[in-house]
C-alpha cells in the first residue's frame, strides 16, 4: 500500500515549472478576447430583448434552466443590473466589454484570478444563454477558463508577479493541475476517436464531405472536394486514430512530441478548411499547455513531490 501510495502521489504532485500555466492563461486570454470582438457587432443582436434579438434569448435560458436551475445565464447579471437601474441594452454592453477586458487582462498577467473567474462567468453565461448557437469551441473554452481559474495563478510571466513580489508557486500544485488536465484531455479525445470509429462515416469519407459542404462551414469550393474525394476515407481514419490513440502516444517521451504535432495539426487544418478558428486556437492553447515540454532546469527541493 505504502507503494502504491508513493507512486499515486509521485503521478499526481510530480513537480512541474509554470511555464505550462503561463502558456494557458495567454492562450486563454488571446481565446477570449477573440471571441469578444468577433461579436462586437452581433452581441446585441443575439441576446438582445425577444423584439429584438436572432433568436429570443429566454428561448435558450429556458432550455438551460429545464436542465438545472443552478446553470448560470445572462440573464441573473441583466436582471441584476436592472434593480439598480441599468437597461438591457446597456447591462449587455458592460457584460461584453467585462468580458473582452478579461480576455485583456489575463494577457497582461493583471488580476489573475479575478480576471480568470470573471472571463468563466461572463462566457458561460454568454455560451449557454446563447445554446442554441454555440459549438464545441465554447464547451472547451468553458473548460480551460475552469481549470485556469483554480490553478496556481499567479505564474513568473505576469504583472501581478512583478508588481507585488510574491512568492514562487509550489511546483507540486503546479505539476497536480496540469495532471489532471493531461488525463481530461485523453479522456476527451479518446472518446471521440471511439465514438468516431463505430461510425461507418469516418471510414467512407461521408462525415469528412458533410463537415466540408456544411455551410458555414464550406470554406473549401465543392468542386474541389469533389476533385480529391478519394483523400476523404483516407483523412477520415486518420482522425479517429489520432484521437483514439492520443492516450497511448501522448504519455511516452519517445512519441509525444509527434503525437503533439499531429493533434495541433489536425485541428490548424480543422480551423483552415471550415473556419474554425476559434476552435482551433483553444484545442492548440489546451495541448500546448497539457503536453508541451514546457520546463525550467531545475525544481527546488521544497517542492519537491509528497511521499
Not at 62 to 69: H, K, M, Q, T
Request: aromatic fraction near 12%; include cysteine.
Amino acid at each position: 500500500m505504502r507503494r502504491w501510495r508513493r507512486g499515486l502521489a509521485e503521478f499526481f504532485f510530480a513537480p512541474a515549472s509554470d511555464l505550462w500555466l503561463s502558456v494557458l492563461r495567454t492562450g486563454l486570454g488571446l481565446q477570449v478576447a477573440i471571441y469578444a470582438l468577433s461579436l462586437r457587432i452581433d452581441w446585441a443582436f443575439f441576446f438582445a430583448p425577444p423584439a429584438h434579438a436572432l433568436i429570443s434569448r429566454q428561448l435558450s435560458e429556458f432550455l438551460v434552466a429545464a436542465e438545472s436551475p443552478l446553470i448560470p445565464t445572462l440573464e441573473w447579471l441583466v436582471e441584476g443590473s436592472n434593480r439598480i437601474g441599468v437597461d438591457d441594452r446597456t447591462a449587455l454592453f458592460l457584460i461584453w466589454v467585462a468580458l473582452l477586458l478579461s480576455g485583456v487582462l489575463l494577457m497582461a498577467g493583471l488580476f489573475c484570478r479575478a480576471s480568470a473567474i470573471t472571463a468563466w462567468l461572463l462566457h458561460l453565461c454568454a455560451a449557454k444563454s446563447g445554446d442554441l448557437l454555440s459549438y464545441g469551441a465554447d464547451n472547451f473554452m468553458t473548460i480551460g477558463l475552469f481549470y485556469l481559474m483554480l490553478a496556481p495563478l499567479p505564474d513568473s510571466y505576469t504583472l501581478d508577479r512583478k508588481l507585488r513580489k510574491g512568492k514562487a508557486q509550489d511546483a507540486a500544485m503546479l505539476g497536480f493541475f496540469r495532471r489532471i488536465l493531461q488525463i481530461h484531455l485523453c479522456l476527451i479525445y479518446f472518446f471521440g476517436g471511439l465514438t468516431k470509429a463505430l461510425g461507418a462515416g469516418w471510414w467512407n469519407g461521408a462525415n469528412i464531405w458533410r463537415a466540408l459542404t456544411r455551410p458555414p462551414f464550406n470554406v473549401i469550393p465543392p468542386e474541389l472536394i469533389v476533385t480529391w474525394r478519394h483523400l476523404l476515407p483516407v483523412l477520415g481514419i486518420a482522425i479517429w486514430i489520432i484521437e483514439l490513440c492520443y492516450p497511448v502516444f501522448i504519455w511516452p517521451k519517445k512519441t509525444r512530441l509527434l503525437w503533439l504535432t499531429l493533434a495541433c495539426a489536425m485541428h490548424v487544418a480543422i480551423g483552415l478548411t471550415m473556419g474554425m478558428y476559434l476552435f482551433a486556437l483553444i484545442m492548440i492553447v489546451l495541448n500546448v499547455a497539457a503536453f508541451a515540454p514546457l520546463t525550467r532546469a531545475t525544481v527546488s527541493a521544497r517542492n519537491a513531490p509528497p511521499t
